[in-house]
């Protein structure tokens, strides 16, 4: 159950989706209150509209689910295909909203809870999501792709965590492999005899390489992951400068395995 939005809160949610340039029209406001089985007042400025329908719900509720899922729906991905642009403007300013109920909208247009601001400053800190600052930097699909949620929540210490796993998520699907940690390291780049090389390992230099990388993975895991999986958050805290320096080590390892490749078993010679 979702507790009931303050009314400054309802207000600038109204002001935003009734937005007179940015914002739906009259006859999208309607589809949506109708989606949401929320009952439209009628005809008023679209602001005010919005804003009376989401009080009276919210009154005979005694709680913001409909206008929860108002948000949802004017938030469905499939609305913005032709205008990522605005999803995500929306979207930033949402969650700015949002944060101080405790809630956020994530990039599939659905709410999820999230640590509660208290102060418009700590609102406007989250508005520069992590998110944000990781694809500026260039970052590594694939760091998104196990980690969605808790970026959206800007949970550092979890969002590190789950961006490790999935490293040893593409090593077992390169290899076949079902190891965890330094176990699946050893195997996958063992020095008798690799299953995977990131380079051709012709030379003492690549083979160096191949080495160093093994290294580095285990490494990650050892000085990442494992503190994370092990400590409780209280007992081990992680500010954003850390969480984006971690990213940045995830996502050159994401990017040198995808031009890893397999070897035929026994065709690798000594490394």
């Avoid at 999230?114 to 520069?128: C, H, I, K, P, W």
Wanted: glycine share 8%; net charge neutral.
């Amino acid at each position: 159950m979702i507790k009931s939005f303050p009314p400054e809160i309802l207000e600038a949610i109204s002001k935003l989706f009734a937005d007179s340039t940015r914002g739906y029209t009259g006859d999208e406001l309607g589809r949506l209150l109708a989606l949401s089985d929320i009952s439209d007042p009628g005809e008023m400025t679209k602001w005010r509209r919005l804003f009376q329908a989401f009080q009276e719900q919210q009154r005979l509720d005694n709680c913001g689910n409909k206008i929860g899922s108002f948000i949802q729906n004017a938030m469905a991905p499939g609305r913005y295909l032709q205008n990522h642009a605005l999803f995500d403007e929306r979207r930033g300013e949402l969650n700015k909203m949002l944060s101080l109920c405790g809630i956020a909208i994530n990039e599939k247009g659905s709410l999820i809870p999230t640590e509660r601001t208290e102060t418009v400053r700590e609102a406007l800190r989250r508005s520069e999501c992590l998110r944000s600052k990781l694809r500026d930097r260039g970052t590594h699909p694939e760091v998104f792709k196990y980690c969605s949620e808790e970026l959206v929540a800007e949970n550092y210490f979890h969002a590190v965590f789950e961006a490790t796993k999935g490293i040893v998520d593409r090593l077992r699907m390169k290899t076949g492999l079902t190891g965890d940690g330094a176990e699946i390291v050893d195997r996958a780049f063992a020095s008798d005899d690799p299953m995977v090389a990131i380079n051709t390992l012709q030379s003492k230099s690549e083979q160096a390489e191949h080495k160093g990388f093994a290294n580095l993975l285990k490494g990650a895991f050892g000085f990442i992951r494992n503190p994370l999986a092990h400590e409780a958050k209280l007992n081990w805290q992680m500010d954003e400068q850390d969480a984006l320096d971690s990213f940045a080590l995830i996502s050159l390892i994401h990017r040198r395995i995808d031009n890893m490749v397999l070897i035929p078993r026994g065709t690798s010679g000594n490394v």
